[in-house]
């Protein structure tokens, strides 16, 4: 069964470095999220992207934060200068279309981000 | 502004229960209720979904029951499994991409 992957599974990195998180989405969808998830607390949507664009962020995106479908396969998440409240799990999804009733979002197994 | 609400937080049930985990949710332009499952170190996995123009919807052990005047939706475990313990997580979704999740309950199936 085709699914999302995401790497680094764990990266440790200093307050105010750049990290990027990296995710290859399902080969034949068209949609992709990032989504955050506090350790112990819910999963809170950050980003969705669509046509090399983004088509809708949350207050949580800020300019820190930016997107970017480099190739055909990948996609990732820029932070720019890391704090120590981006400590947290980061999930990448795809889905086929957004615009279905049914569509599903598949999510990865998560980037553990932590910032020291 | 929390979009979907969820209860309880934790929930322990001997094996063969049936847990009960409920949200609710404001937002009538929501029109696709999924529940996720997710184990530790792991992403959410779709679970079951539900649409607001059906009460219920049932695969295998898995039930959601579905109330749009009450803007409640629920998810029962028939026959619940120690494997069945992980953290359970609603979701809604509605005239845009992204999911509201509500902030999950873990659930502990005792043998």
């Known amino acids: 069964e085709p699914e999302v992957t995401q790497t680094p599974s764990h990266q440790v990195t200093q307050m105010g470095q750049e990290v990027i998180l990296r995710c290859v989405p399902i080969s034949n969808h068209l949609y992709f999220y990032w989504y955050r998830q506090i350790l112990g607390q819910k999963v809170e949507f950050l980003v969705s992207?669509?046509?090399?664009?983004?088509?809708?962020k949350s207050e949580i995106f800020d300019d820190q934060f930016s997107v970017e479908r480099p190739d055909g396969s990948n996609f990732t998440l820029k932070i720019r200068s890391t704090k120590l409240e981006d400590s947290a799990m980061y999930f990448c999804?795809?889905?086929?279309?957004?615009?279905?009733?049914?569509?599903?979002?598949?999510f990865g197994p998560g980037t553990r981000l932590t910032v020291l | 502004q929390q979009q979907v609400k969820q209860s309880p937080q934790s929930l322990i049930v001997q094996k063969g229960g049936i847990p009960i985990i409920n949200c609710a949710y404001e937002n009538t332009a929501f029109d696709y209720f999924p529940w996720y499952q997710q184990f530790p170190g792991k992403g959410p996995a779709l679970l079951i979904a539900i649409r607001p123009d059906v009460s219920e919807k049932k695969e295998g052990r898995f039930t959601i029951s579905f109330n749009k005047s009450a803007k409640q939706f629920s998810l029962h475990i028939m026959d619940s499994q120690p494997g069945d313990s992980a953290t359970y997580f609603c979701?809604?979704?509605?005239?845009?991409?992204?999911?509201?999740f509500g902030t999950g309950t873990s659930l502990t199936v005792i043998p």
């Open positions: 999804a795809s889905s086929l279309d957004p615009g279905r009733y049914t569509d599903t979002q598949y």
């Open positions: 979701a809604a979704k509605g005239g845009g991409n992204q999911f509201y």
């Open positions: 992207f669509y046509n090399n664009e983004i088509s809708e």
